[in-house]
């Protein structure tokens, strides 16, 4: 569940934290995973990604990122443009008619059952990670089927 809150409640253009929470627990943990966003304002801060990720305990991730995005832009309404709503393009019709799909994220943690949230541990030897070993893929095609999904994206590797 996403929720929004300023970083300072008295300073709002201070920047804000973008919270998303109860995703599935870790193992060994009686926490859901979550992953907090702090947005801070810094107008001088070069446009470009996040500067640090820090894994907590009990699969709570946090991102600081210093970035001029977060800065409230102040803008006279007689310099607003009138609003102008974007048209989607063919392409963007035809994926939308999709509807459903899945993302399967496939990869050693899912070999090794740690999900990510294994922190410190080294990675299992290769010969754990062997997909032919099992028939889930027949059921993961089943269920997606069941659940109406006319596309599949694959992802081994981030």
């Excluded at 832009?73 to 035809?94: M, R």
């Excluded at 095609?141 to 069941?146: G, H, P």
């Amino acid at each position: 569940t996403p929720s929004v809150r300023f970083l300072n409640s008295s300073n709002p253009a201070a920047g804000v934290i973008l919270t998303y929470g109860n995703g599935t627990e870790c193992p060994g943990s009686s926490s859901p995973r979550k992953l907090a966003y702090s947005l801070h304002c810094n107008a001088s801060a070069p446009v470009g990604g996040p500067e640090e990720l820090v894994t907590m305990v009990d699969g709570a991730y946090s991102v600081t990122w210093q970035t001029p995005f977060a800065c409230p832009k102040v803008v006279e309404a007689s310099k607003c443009p009138s609003p102008v709503l974007p048209k989607p393009t063919k392409p963007q019709l035809d994926y939308q008619a999709l509807e459903i799909g899945v993302i399967i994220h496939f990869n050693m943690a899912t070999a090794a059952g740690t999900q990510g949230c294994a922190t410190n541990t080294a990675p299992p030897p290769i010969t754990t990670f062997n997909p032919t070993a099992t028939n889930f893929t027949a059921q993961w095609a089943q269920s997606m089927v069941d659940l109406g999904a006319k596309y599949a994206v694959y992802v081994a590797k981030h």
